[in-house]
């Protein structure tokens, strides 16, 4: 582990700011007309015309709100992707981060320069890491990816984002790396979508639960299990349905092993990704 993770998760323990509105497991708003996931930016493609690129990065239309989850790790290879999909980010009403590495932050700029003036929620730890720590490590400055005119919003708690639409909360797992999941309550039932799920797949999802006071249903997005053997990988697909995961979409640092993995235990519910995969629920 380097240093700017010790540091940031020493932030993230005890000088985090309390932001948000914190809610309660029996309060779960649900959108009830039908919802659309479209992935932008992932390892790997889905049609044609798209480009694949390390990184994450999807659109949430039909929720109230329209979300941009992430923002990939090029610019241009997000606008590429965006314009070949016909998704003008015009429309986006909000901007997630999901935590702070350059794979999932590359093109924030490019999209706030496209939408002037949107909310944008962060993990409070991005904000409160000082410029010092950002130059020691690989970290990108918040300050150097956002305008002026951005209004910044921390994530603490869990934060409801609009009717249908949370935030889980700021969650450090073992390793420190602090890190907000997005939870929509669809038709379909509750989804998770996460950037890296670096805190670990698992516990992100049992909190998410633990929010929803009943399992979730679906789960998308990387799960950073790359470098993780087979043997584990099989735990946490079995911990996962243990905790009620029914669907689930493997993707991004997940590793094309471990995609094998989750796409054979899930069957017929698993959930394919890639570049121009659209989810409707
Ligand atoms: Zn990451
Ligand atoms: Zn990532």
Redesign the pocket.
Known sequence: MNSSCVFLAALAVFLLVPTGVALSADQAPVSDGPARLTILYDNTTAREGVQGD???ACLIEGMGKTILFDTGTKPEILLANLQALKVDLGQVDVIVIS?L?G??TGGLLAALEKRPGVALYVPSAIVSVPESAYERGRVPSLARLSRPDTKIIQVDGPVEVCPGVRLTGQIVGPNLIPEVALLLETRSGGTLVT??AHPGVVLMTRRAAALRGKPVEAVIG?F?LNQTPETEVRSIIADMKAAGVVRCGAT??TGDAAIAQFRAAFGTDYIPLGVGRVIDF
Do not use: A, I, P
Request: hydrophobic share 15%.
């Open positions: 390390w990184g994450f935590h590495h794979d999932h950037g890296c990387g950073h991004h640092c």
